[in-house]
């Protein structure tokens, strides 16, 4: 690395440790980090030390795996842009849930194909009266996740495809802070959101 780009990278990393935002810079080879500031390994719980090498897909686990494959295929053609990745994580037994802002940089600045990450933590602490608003569609989605159907039954019950189900079970965790359809299911109980009176599962304020 030559002096300006030795200057160049040395600005970039004090400008990480001052960012309020979780940022890191990984490689696109296996996404292992390599730079983490502050703010992102307290967001995930993990001393930024212990984070080095190791790959962002385990500190983070997609909502859709598609869109992992869909950023994979982009990065291997080199297609530059901001590829956002909703994800969820746990800290202890906390669950978190937040998105991954991803792009590539100057890789004459960094080498191997560098990936600049910016960490956005879902901080909004799930409401009851928020989720009482939630459009018929997703509360019936939630009554049939909860009785234990595959994703592709509940489809044909709400007349959607399971792309479209996945989307409306990945806001409802987003919205419940929890990493799945299980931990989703609990909470919905625990939260008054479903009848724990009733079978099979219905919604807590469905008057039908």
Do not use: K
């Not at 300006?4 to 935002?21: A, G, H, T, V």
């Not at 992992?68 to 053609?77: F, G, K, N, P, S």
């Not at 799945?180 to 008057?207: E, F, I, Q």
């Amino acid at each position: 690395m030559n002096r300006e780009l030795s200057i160049r990278y040395n600005q970039l990393i004090n400008m990480f440790d001052r960012f309020p935002l979780g940022s890191a810079i990984c490689y696109t080879n296996g996404f292992r980090l390599r730079v983490v500031n502050p703010a992102f390994g307290e967001a995930v719980g993990v001393a930024r030390e212990q984070l080095r090498d190791r790959s962002l897909l385990d500190v983070f686990t997609a909502v859709d795996s598609a869109a992992v494959e869909q950023l994979t295929d982009a990065l291997l053609r080199r297609q530059h842009g901001r590829f956002p990745l909703d994800v969820h994580w746990t800290v202890g037994s906390q669950a978190h849930s937040g998105h991954l802002t991803v792009e590539l940089v100057d890789e004459a600045l960094l080498g191997e194909l560098p990936l600049l990450v910016f960490l956005h933590v879902d901080r909004r602490e799930p409401q009851r009266e928020s989720l009482m608003t939630l459009e018929p569609v997703a509360a019936r989605i939630l009554e049939l996740v909860a009785t234990g159907a595959t994703t592709a039954v509940v489809a044909r019950h709400v007349g959607l495809t399971v792309d479209g189900v996945n989307y409306h079970l990945g806001r409802l965790c987003r919205r419940l802070d929890v990493p799945n359809r299980v931990a989703l299911v609990a909470r919905a109980y625990a939260l008054g959101l479903l009848d724990p009176s009733t079978w099979p599962p219905r919604s807590a304020d469905d008057n039908r």
